[in-house]
């Protein structure tokens, strides 16, 4: 098979839909790999690394498409890319079409075979191509809610981990699932004191398990919360309730309750959040402040850190590019039930039926 790997355009994306490593998997399995040139710069990896590992570099993301039967990438195609998918191309990505109709009507026009990386899950209902991005954000929100703490960006002015004769800084977790658990992880190995929270008492049975003892888990209730804001400096909001808004755990009036400098990462923006007084912003402006309150809630947290975000991604993407460019999609997605599920449209069908549900294409459809 012809595989494609574009330049990402979407504006701040530095990650690329695969690495040298997965180009050398793909040619030793007898694949051609067309990389534009450029494509994995943002991520440290060079046209002639790309070449070295025995792709040809082209130079215009046309000719990548143009030339491709699978198109590997990182983020849904942007406008400028409606045209250039192709009938019958397969383009496996992040699409997250419920949130944007033009993208799903564009890819029903172009009748290509779109495999959504956030739709393919397992038997157990776990989202495996998500989680490394969990992992990203929820390492990266106790490196950023640690640097926000400083007294100089209107932090508490508190070091997570204390010295000797001073206790430690506390952190606040709300959810254990990927981004918590990877959170607490990097808070308890700075030496913080952390409190953990959850309504699923399997989560934290697992937590109280593996962490060590600095690391407190308590089950997620209003009561809990009002009163662990009141003496943590750092809180983490990482709840995903699937398919649904963030519940709002923090709310409004509950800011006046916490001391001034206390730093909020909501990691969780992107599904609306866990805090009421949450809004999106980017690395370019990461946090605001309200009642004293420092909010950072970047929606695309994994995009700071592209070269560690891309090997991650790509470490579980690989496996299915590979089993799509042997098989073909359709004998790929027969045997594997689980990258089955990523499919979303093909040839001109939305065949996941939440896109439907989420445009009210039902009636439409009936
Ligand atoms: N901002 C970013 O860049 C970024 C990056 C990756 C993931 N995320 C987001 O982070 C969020 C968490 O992702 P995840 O992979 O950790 O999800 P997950 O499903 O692994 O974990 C969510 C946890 O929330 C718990 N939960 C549900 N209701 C709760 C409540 N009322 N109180 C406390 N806990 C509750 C669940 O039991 C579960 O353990 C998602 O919204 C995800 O989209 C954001």
Known sequence: MIVGVPKEIKSSEGRVGMTPAGVFELVKNYHTVYVQSGAGEGSGFFDKDYQQAGATVLDTIEQVYAKSDMIVKVKEPIAEEYDLVQEGQIVFTYFHFASSEALTQAMIKSKGICIAYETVEDEEGTLPLLTPMSEVAGRMAIQQGAKYLEKPVKGRGVLLGGVPGVAPGRVLIL??????????????????????????????????????????????????????????????????????????????????????????????????????????????????????????????????????STVALTNV??????????????????????????????????????????????????
């Open 175 to 308: 959810g254990a699932g990927t981004v918590g658990i990877q959170a607490a992880k990097m808070a308890a190995g700075l030496g913080a004191h952390v409190t953990i929270l959850d309504v699923n008492m399997k989560r934290l049975r697992y937590v109280n398990d593996i962490m060590p003892s600095h690391v407190v888990t308590e089950f997620s209730n209003e009561f809990n919360i009002r009163k662990h804001i009141q003496s943590h400096d750092l809180i983490i909001g990482g709840v995903l309730l699937k398919g649904a808004k963030a519940p709002n755990l923090i709310t409004r009036d509950m800011l006046k309750d916490m001391r001034p400098g206390t730093v909020i990462v909501d990691v969780a923006v992107d599904q609306g959040g866990c805090v009421e007084t949450t809004k999106p912003t980017t690395h370019g402006n990461p946090v605001y402040i309200i009642d004293d309150v420092v909010h950072y809630c970047v929606a695309n947290m994994p995009g700071a850190v592209p070269y560690t």
């Open 317 to 366: 993407t690989l496996p299915y590019v590979l089993k799509l460019a042997n098989m073909g999609w359709r004998s790929a997605c027969n045997l594997d039930k689980t990258l089955a599920k990523g499919l979303n449209i093909v040839e001109g069908e939305v065949v996941y039926k939440e896109i439907v549900e989420a445009f009210h294409w039902e009636s439409a459809l009936a």
